[in-house]
């Protein structure tokens, strides 16, 4: 089992530690709902150094996108700036999502899924012939995620004047480098906050400082609940190699402009269109008490779908989640919990934004 | 390590039976199996007038991360079940042998009762798990 940067401080913390993708990480400190509730009033941290930094540098590092990515990195104008994006196959299915940085047309960070690794970098070297560019894996980088609405000024409070002076004016979807840091204004959980990466060997006294300034760890259970709330898509859950963006929630990450942008996997995504995408992704909330789990099915008037992520939603205090339906499905649905028929409603898939509910 | 009370009787199915000396008893999950779930934001309660018996499920408790059946560790008839779980679940994680309590039986065979695993043989068994 692989261990980040982090494990003897998850461990010093009273984590319950799992096995996530061959890495041993924290799932809680303790309680699942008051890490997830520290989040949304005020500020947590997540260690996501078993995610993958990549860095493309190079003269052709930006038609090498342009090709492997359904999203066009040609919308990057502004050092810094973020794109979220799939990577398909041939077939329009989804090897990876991804965040993509702009710092130059010859220089990108990537950060892709840890579970992915292997197969995200065979198919990146491979895309690469014919290009001038180069790859680098960044292991030597720890990763930390400071998420809720108190995370950017605690972690203000730890900065000195001149860093602080660069990280305070970043907008959201943004990143700077800023001495050996890069610090980006992202997240994984509808809060605001940064995702820092630094050199792996500072991990000891960064993790004590943010803990010092009242932001304590969150293990993997909160980000599931948290991202789910936010409708943010997990890969290998809401989508995997067998699904198109286009009926996991996520053709609007695909730019179809300009219509001479050949990215790999546009050939499929154009066929599906023209003969009608069949399913939709939505989300659900549970009407009555129970808890919504993954790979429940779901009936509605269309026909069937299927939970792809389902849990129970500390912010809202009722089960939600999000399903794979059919085209036509309408606003209403049942679950199968357990053999019974449980009516649900079918909404937008988000749920939680800035600690707030955003159902009607 | 999680706490096994000794005054308390116990099944292999992890809910522990309290004789509450009035020809009732007192049933509910264990500390080992509460802390196994995580936090509970569910629990479906058995029937008042069910009848159970030995080793059916009579209820389910669901944590964010999971849901597991409650067995009847015991056969006999349901004549209370704790209401207060309804609106607070997470009593069976801060309290699982007083205030998150689940149900109350009245044993179809004092007998059975009896035949329940010790305190001592059931921390054996959550060691053997471990």
Sequence with gaps: ?360 | MSKVPANLKYADSHEWVRDNGDGTVTIGITDHAQALLGDLVFVELPEVGANLTTGTECGVVESVKAASDIYAPISGEVVEVNEELDGSPELVNSDPYETGWIFKLKPADASEVAALLTAEAYGELVASEA
């Design chain 1, 1 to 360: 089992m692989q261990h980040t940067p982090f494990y003897q401080k998850h461990l010093e913390a009273g984590a319950k530690m799992v096995d996530f993708a061959g890495w041993e990480m924290p799932i809680h400190y303790g309680s699942q709902l008051q890490e997830h509730r520290q989040v949304r009033s005020d500020a947590g941290m997540f260690d996501v150094s078993h995610m993958v930094v990549l860095d493309l540098q190079g003269a052709q590092a930006k038609p090498y996108l342009l090709k492997l990515l359904a999203n066009n990195v040609d919308k990057l104008k502004e050092s810094g700036k973020a794109l979220y994006s799939c990577m398909l196959n041939k077939q329009g299915g989804v090897i990876d999502d991804l965040l993509v940085y702009y710092l130059s047309d010859t220089a990108y960070r990537i950060v892709v899924n840890a579970g992915t690794r292997a197969k995200d970098l065979a198919w990146m070297q491979q895309q690469l012939q014919g290009f001038d560019v180069q790859l680098t894996e960044r292991s030597d980088l720890a990763m930390l995620a400071v998420q809720g609405p108190n995370a950017r000024a605690k972690v203000f409070s730890l900065m000195p004047e001149n860093e602080m002076a660069l990280a305070e004016p970043l907008q959201p979807f943004y990143g700077a480098q800023i001495g050996s840091w890069f610090i980006a204004r992202t997240g994984y959980t509808g809060e605001d906050g940064f995702e820092l990466m630094f050199p792996a060997e500072q991990a000891n006294k960064v993790w004590d400082a943010l803990v010092g300034a009242g932001i304590p760890p969150t293990g993997l259970g909160a980000r599931d609940t948290l991202r789910l709330e936010a409708g943010m898509n997990l890969y290998g859950t809401d989508m995997d190699e067998t699904t198109s963006p286009l009926v996991s929630g996520l053709g609007w990450t695909i730019a179809w402009q300009p219509t001479e942008r050949e990215f790999i996997g546009r050939k499929a995504l154009e066929a599906e269109k023209a003969a009608g995408v069949k399913q939709k992704f939505v989300g659900l909330v549970l009407e009555g008490k129970g808890v919504l789990r993954n790979h429940m099915k779901v009936t509605c008037e269309a026909g069937e779908g299927e939970i792809t992520s389902g849990t129970f939603s500390p912010s809202l205090g009722v089960a939600i989640a999000l399903a794979r339906v059919p085209a036509a499905c309408g606003e209403r649905c049942s679950i199968d919990i357990r053999g019974k028929l449980y009516p649900a409603k079918v909404v937008k898939p988000v749920f939680v934004r800035h600690g707030q509910s955003v159902l009607s």
